[in-house]
């Protein structure tokens, strides 16, 4: 995970000096499917933090967030992975690099489908992984 947003941003409004001061920004919030707005998790001095900070824009999807800070709405927290193009291009700044937590990743397959000779590969190799 990436708290992020745009060089505009930060140049009006600052970096956050520390976790706590997040909940001063204006932030861009992921809304979960039970209406629930997704916390910032964190890893601080082998301290666990969770944040819901204070966001003044709420999607119900990450690219739709990604799309927010993009446009300097503010912080998203988001997934690496989906801004990692705006990252080494530079349109985002990550921050609290060290702090962000990293989730497992997720593998999806249908077993009743059809399955290609390459998805089968792929899905035994993960299976002992």
Known sequence: ???AATPHYFTTHGFPKDLQELT????????????????????DNGEQIKLTPNCRWIFNSSQSAKDAALLH??????PENLIE????????ISIFNQSCITLPPLYLYYPHRNVSPALRAV???????
Do not use: P
Not at 85 to 92: C, D, F, I, P, V
């Open 24 to 43: 001063q920004y204006q932030c861009i919030g992921y809304r979960l499917s039970n209406r629930e707005l997704f916390s910032w998790e964190f890893k």
């Open 85 to 92: 193009t705006e990252l080494a291009s530079g349109q985002l």
């Open 73 to 78: 709405l503010g912080l998203a927290y988001l």
């Open 123 to 129: 899905i035994d190799t993960l299976k002992i992984s």
């Open 1 to 3: 995970m990436a708290v």
